[in-house]
């Protein structure tokens, strides 16, 4: 069964840092997908950050050169570092993975991501 439980978030100040932590158990570390989403208030859940099994990342372009997915290659957990927050960023954050059927790439569509964490709220005050 596979679990993905998020952590990190809170209430910061715009230009400010934060770094979301997802642990996740059930899935073959190393051998996944795993990705970041983000859902605001009236809008739909869009795509943050994903990194697939060769360590390649892909970014919104509303997060580049702010946000950063890694992964831990020892623990089960990706991490999404983000600085500069700005009001904009505020939402729910979800840590999402697909199934392993697509063998460590990163699906271009949300409705592939088939595991997803309960989600983390994320507040940036100016």
């Known amino acids: 069964q596979v679990q993905l439980l998020e952590s990190g978030g809170g209430s910061v100040q715009a230009g400010g840092s934060l770094r979301l932590s997802c642990v996740a158990s059930g899935i073959t570390w190393g051998r996944s997908c795993m990705a970041w989403f983000r859902q605001a208030p009236g809008l739909e859940r869009e795509e943050v950050a994903t990194?697939?099994?060769?360590?390649?990342?892909r970014h919104a372009e509303s997060v580049k050169g702010r946000f950063t997915i890694s992964m831990d290659n020892d623990e089960n957990i990706v991490y999404l570092q983000m600085n500069n927050l700005k009001d904009e960023d505020t939402a729910v954050y979800y840590c999402a993975a697909p199934t392993s059927e697509w063998a460590g790439r990163c699906p271009q569509f949300q409705s592939n991501f088939d595991y997803w964490g309960q989600g983390i709220q994320v507040t940036v005050s100016s």
């Open positions: 990194i697939n099994v060769n360590r390649r990342t």
